[in-house]
Protein backbone atom coordinates (compact mmCIF):
# COMPACT_ATOMS: atom_id res chain seq x y z
CA UNK A 1 0.00 0.00 0.00
CA UNK A 2 1.29 3.53 -0.95
CA UNK A 3 1.27 6.00 2.35
CA UNK A 4 1.78 9.56 2.13
CA UNK A 5 4.90 11.15 2.25
CA UNK A 6 3.73 14.07 4.54
CA UNK A 7 1.64 12.45 7.33
CA UNK A 8 -2.14 13.55 7.11
CA UNK A 9 -3.58 15.91 9.48
CA UNK A 10 -6.71 16.42 11.10
CA UNK A 11 -7.52 19.76 9.42
CA UNK A 12 -6.72 17.96 6.48
CA UNK A 13 -9.32 15.23 7.29
CA UNK A 14 -11.80 17.94 8.41
CA UNK A 15 -11.20 19.71 4.93
CA UNK A 16 -11.93 16.47 3.13
CA UNK A 17 -15.05 15.61 4.50
CA UNK A 18 -16.37 19.39 3.94
CA UNK A 19 -15.16 19.00 0.38
CA UNK A 20 -12.00 21.73 0.69
CA UNK A 21 -9.38 19.69 0.50
CA UNK A 22 -6.91 21.01 -2.52
CA UNK A 23 -7.22 17.87 -5.53
CA UNK A 24 -3.07 17.31 -5.17
CA UNK A 25 -4.01 15.97 -1.41
CA UNK A 26 -7.29 14.01 -1.41
CA UNK A 27 -5.59 10.90 -3.24
CA UNK A 28 -2.98 11.22 0.00
CA UNK A 29 -5.70 11.56 2.35
CA UNK A 30 -7.79 8.47 1.10
CA UNK A 31 -4.50 6.54 1.30
CA UNK A 32 -4.44 7.35 4.97
CA UNK A 33 -7.80 6.52 5.89
CA UNK A 34 -7.16 3.17 4.17
CA UNK A 35 -4.41 2.42 6.41
CA UNK A 36 -5.87 4.03 9.56
CA UNK A 37 -9.27 2.39 10.35
CA UNK A 38 -9.92 4.88 13.40
CA UNK A 39 -9.15 7.60 11.42
CA UNK A 40 -11.44 6.18 8.64
CA UNK A 41 -14.29 5.70 11.66
CA UNK A 42 -14.04 9.51 12.53
CA UNK A 43 -14.18 10.58 9.05
CA UNK A 44 -17.28 8.36 8.47
CA UNK A 45 -19.11 10.16 11.51
CA UNK A 46 -17.90 13.54 10.87
CA UNK A 47 -19.43 13.08 7.57
CA UNK A 48 -22.80 11.64 8.61
CA UNK A 49 -22.96 14.20 11.06
CA UNK A 50 -22.65 17.08 8.63
CA UNK A 51 -25.09 15.17 6.50
CA UNK A 52 -27.66 15.16 9.59
CA UNK A 53 -26.67 19.09 9.97
CA UNK A 54 -27.63 19.72 6.22
CA UNK A 55 -31.12 18.28 6.45
CA UNK A 56 -31.73 20.21 9.39
CA UNK A 57 -30.32 23.17 8.62
CA UNK A 58 -30.08 24.36 4.80
CA UNK A 59 -32.73 26.52 5.01
CA UNK A 60 -31.15 28.80 7.37
CA UNK A 61 -27.77 28.11 5.97
CA UNK A 62 -27.27 31.13 3.52
CA UNK A 63 -29.08 33.52 5.94
CA UNK A 64 -27.04 36.29 6.44
CA UNK A 65 -25.31 36.68 9.58
CA UNK A 66 -27.69 38.78 11.74
CA UNK A 67 -26.36 42.44 12.78
CA UNK A 68 -26.94 41.91 16.60
CA UNK A 69 -23.85 38.90 16.40
CA UNK A 70 -21.63 41.60 15.04
CA UNK A 71 -18.96 41.52 17.56
CA UNK A 72 -17.98 44.79 16.88
CA UNK A 73 -21.03 45.58 18.53
CA UNK A 74 -20.54 44.60 22.02
CA UNK A 75 -20.55 48.04 23.39
CA UNK A 76 -23.66 48.99 21.32
CA UNK A 77 -26.51 50.31 23.13
CA UNK A 78 -29.25 48.95 24.50
CA UNK A 79 -31.81 47.86 21.26
CA UNK A 80 -35.09 49.63 21.31
CA UNK A 81 -38.01 47.92 21.68
CA UNK A 82 -39.21 45.28 19.39
CA UNK A 83 -43.30 45.65 18.42
CA UNK A 84 -45.59 44.32 16.50
CA UNK A 85 -45.69 40.98 14.59
CA UNK A 86 -42.75 39.94 16.43
CA UNK A 87 -44.23 40.65 19.81
CA UNK A 88 -46.88 38.76 19.02
CA UNK A 89 -45.14 35.36 18.41
CA UNK A 90 -43.04 35.66 21.80
CA UNK A 91 -45.60 35.47 24.16
CA UNK A 92 -46.20 31.77 24.96
CA UNK A 93 -45.45 30.99 28.82
CA UNK A 94 -44.60 27.63 29.65
CA UNK A 95 -47.41 25.52 31.27
CA UNK A 96 -48.14 22.56 33.85
CA UNK A 97 -48.20 21.43 37.19
CA UNK A 98 -44.89 20.38 39.26
CA UNK A 99 -42.88 23.09 37.92
CA UNK A 100 -42.76 25.42 40.82
CA UNK A 101 -39.20 25.62 40.34
CA UNK A 102 -39.79 28.19 37.46
CA UNK A 103 -42.28 30.45 38.44
CA UNK A 104 -39.96 32.15 41.21
CA UNK A 105 -40.07 36.11 40.87
CA UNK A 106 -41.72 38.68 38.84
CA UNK A 107 -42.80 38.02 35.13
CA UNK A 108 -40.36 39.35 32.74
CA UNK A 109 -40.69 42.40 30.58
CA UNK A 110 -41.72 41.64 27.09
CA UNK A 111 -38.53 43.85 25.92
CA UNK A 112 -36.60 41.51 28.12
CA UNK A 113 -37.79 38.70 26.83
CA UNK A 114 -37.71 39.77 22.97
CA UNK A 115 -34.32 40.88 23.01
CA UNK A 116 -32.73 37.66 24.93
CA UNK A 117 -34.63 34.75 22.53
CA UNK A 118 -34.09 36.85 19.40
CA UNK A 119 -30.49 37.04 19.92
CA UNK A 120 -30.25 33.27 21.38
CA UNK A 121 -32.06 31.39 18.59
CA UNK A 122 -30.24 33.47 15.94
CA UNK A 123 -27.09 32.81 17.65
CA UNK A 124 -28.10 28.91 17.76
CA UNK A 125 -29.27 28.89 14.02
CA UNK A 126 -26.01 29.93 13.27
CA UNK A 127 -23.38 27.73 14.52
CA UNK A 128 -25.48 24.91 15.05
CA UNK A 129 -24.63 23.94 11.07
CA UNK A 130 -20.81 24.57 11.39
CA UNK A 131 -19.43 20.86 11.67
CA UNK A 132 -15.73 22.43 12.19
CA UNK A 133 -15.75 25.92 13.71
CA UNK A 134 -19.29 25.64 16.01
CA UNK A 135 -17.39 27.02 19.12
CA UNK A 136 -14.25 28.86 19.88
CA UNK A 137 -13.31 26.96 22.87
CA UNK A 138 -13.71 22.79 22.75
CA UNK A 139 -15.66 21.47 25.86
CA UNK A 140 -12.26 19.22 26.83
CA UNK A 141 -10.83 22.42 27.82
CA UNK A 142 -13.67 23.01 30.13
CA UNK A 143 -12.24 24.53 32.83
CA UNK A 144 -10.68 26.83 30.90
CA UNK A 145 -13.97 27.98 28.73
CA UNK A 146 -15.74 28.38 31.99
CA UNK A 147 -13.17 31.46 33.36
CA UNK A 148 -12.24 33.12 30.36
CA UNK A 149 -16.40 33.19 29.70
CA UNK A 150 -16.67 34.42 33.37
CA UNK A 151 -13.92 36.88 33.28
CA UNK A 152 -15.43 38.20 30.13
CA UNK A 153 -19.12 38.48 31.21
CA UNK A 154 -18.95 39.39 35.07
CA UNK A 155 -20.82 36.67 35.86
CA UNK A 156 -20.01 32.80 37.14
CA UNK A 157 -20.23 31.03 33.74
CA UNK A 158 -20.62 27.48 34.67
CA UNK A 159 -21.00 24.92 31.62
CA UNK A 160 -23.61 22.73 33.02
CA UNK A 161 -22.91 18.68 32.73
CA UNK A 162 -25.76 17.24 30.78
CA UNK A 163 -24.89 13.75 30.38
CA UNK A 164 -28.01 12.42 31.76
CA UNK A 165 -30.00 13.73 29.13
CA UNK A 166 -27.38 12.32 26.41
CA UNK A 167 -25.72 15.42 25.51
CA UNK A 168 -22.05 16.55 25.68
CA UNK A 169 -20.35 19.95 25.56
CA UNK A 170 -18.99 20.52 21.95
CA UNK A 171 -17.89 24.20 23.69
CA UNK A 172 -18.56 27.81 23.97
CA UNK A 173 -17.89 31.08 22.51
CA UNK A 174 -18.27 35.04 23.74
CA UNK A 175 -20.78 36.84 21.74
CA UNK A 176 -22.50 40.24 22.02
CA UNK A 177 -25.62 40.45 24.36
CA UNK A 178 -28.42 43.07 24.59
CA UNK A 179 -26.68 45.40 26.57
CA UNK A 180 -22.73 43.47 26.91
CA UNK A 181 -20.93 40.62 26.37
CA UNK A 182 -23.11 37.12 26.32
CA UNK A 183 -21.70 33.38 26.85
CA UNK A 184 -22.30 30.75 24.70
CA UNK A 185 -22.43 26.99 25.26
CA UNK A 186 -23.32 24.19 22.41
CA UNK A 187 -24.04 20.60 23.93
CA UNK A 188 -24.48 17.58 20.91
CA UNK A 189 -26.03 14.41 21.36
CA UNK A 190 -24.56 11.29 19.30
CA UNK A 191 -27.34 11.30 17.00
CA UNK A 192 -26.06 14.88 16.02
CA UNK A 193 -29.23 16.80 17.95
CA UNK A 194 -27.61 20.37 19.66
CA UNK A 195 -28.66 22.44 22.12
CA UNK A 196 -27.57 25.80 23.03
CA UNK A 197 -27.48 28.01 26.14
CA UNK A 198 -27.02 31.43 26.05
CA UNK A 199 -26.82 34.02 29.25
CA UNK A 200 -26.08 37.65 29.26
CA UNK A 201 -26.57 40.40 31.95
CA UNK A 202 -30.48 41.31 32.00
CA UNK A 203 -31.92 44.29 33.48
CA UNK A 204 -34.51 42.64 35.60
CA UNK A 205 -34.04 40.26 38.93
CA UNK A 206 -35.60 37.07 38.41
CA UNK A 207 -38.56 35.60 35.76
CA UNK A 208 -40.77 33.22 34.92
CA UNK A 209 -39.34 30.29 32.65
CA UNK A 210 -41.14 31.37 28.93
CA UNK A 211 -41.40 29.40 25.87
CA UNK A 212 -41.14 30.68 22.10
CA UNK A 213 -40.69 28.78 18.85
CA UNK A 214 -39.44 30.03 15.72
CA UNK A 215 -39.70 27.40 12.30
CA UNK A 216 -38.13 24.13 13.43
CA UNK A 217 -36.78 25.84 17.16
CA UNK A 218 -37.33 26.10 20.42
CA UNK A 219 -36.56 27.94 23.42
CA UNK A 220 -36.74 28.77 27.43
CA UNK A 221 -35.89 32.14 28.65
CA UNK A 222 -35.43 32.67 32.17
CA UNK A 223 -33.56 35.10 34.54
CA UNK A 224 -32.26 35.29 38.00
CA UNK A 225 -30.05 37.75 39.50
CA UNK A 226 -29.82 39.88 36.93
CA UNK A 227 -28.43 37.37 34.31
CA UNK A 228 -30.90 36.15 31.41
CA UNK A 229 -30.58 32.15 30.47
CA UNK A 230 -32.00 30.84 26.98
CA UNK A 231 -31.67 27.05 26.30
CA UNK A 232 -32.34 26.48 22.94
CA UNK A 233 -32.83 23.19 20.79
CA UNK A 234 -35.53 21.85 18.77
CA UNK A 235 -39.18 22.35 19.10
CA UNK A 236 -39.91 19.35 21.26
CA UNK A 237 -40.76 20.87 24.50
CA UNK A 238 -40.17 18.03 26.69
CA UNK A 239 -36.95 17.19 25.51
CA UNK A 240 -36.17 21.15 25.67
CA UNK A 241 -37.62 21.35 29.37
CA UNK A 242 -35.59 18.54 30.46
CA UNK A 243 -32.69 19.88 29.13
CA UNK A 244 -33.63 23.23 30.98
CA UNK A 245 -34.40 21.75 34.16
CA UNK A 246 -30.98 20.52 34.33
CA UNK A 247 -29.05 23.89 33.31
CA UNK A 248 -31.34 25.66 35.68
CA UNK A 249 -30.61 23.46 38.79
CA UNK A 250 -27.06 23.38 38.29
CA UNK A 251 -26.92 26.97 37.79
CA UNK A 252 -28.60 27.37 40.85
CA UNK A 253 -26.64 24.58 42.68
CA UNK A 254 -22.86 25.95 41.74
CA UNK A 255 -23.70 29.75 42.64
CA UNK A 256 -23.72 30.71 39.19
CA UNK A 257 -26.56 33.03 39.95
CA UNK A 258 -23.69 35.38 41.54
CA UNK A 259 -21.16 37.44 40.72
CA UNK A 260 -17.70 36.17 40.65
Not at 162 to 188: C, H, I, K, N, Q
Request: proline content about 6%; glycine content about 8%; hydrophobic content about 40%.
Amino acid sequence: MTYPRIPVTEDELHAYVDKELPAERRGDVEAWLAAHPDDAERVRSWQSMAELLHVRYDAVANEPVPKRLELERLERQPRKLIYGAIAATLVAFVAGGGLGWLAHGVAAAPSTFQSFTLDALDAHRLYVIEVRHPVEVPGTDRAHLQAWLTKRCGWTVHAPELDSTGLRLVGGRLLPGPTGPASFLMYESASGERFTIYSAKAATEATQMRYTKQGNDGALFWADQNVGYVVSGGTDRERLMQVARLVYDQAENSGTYSSP
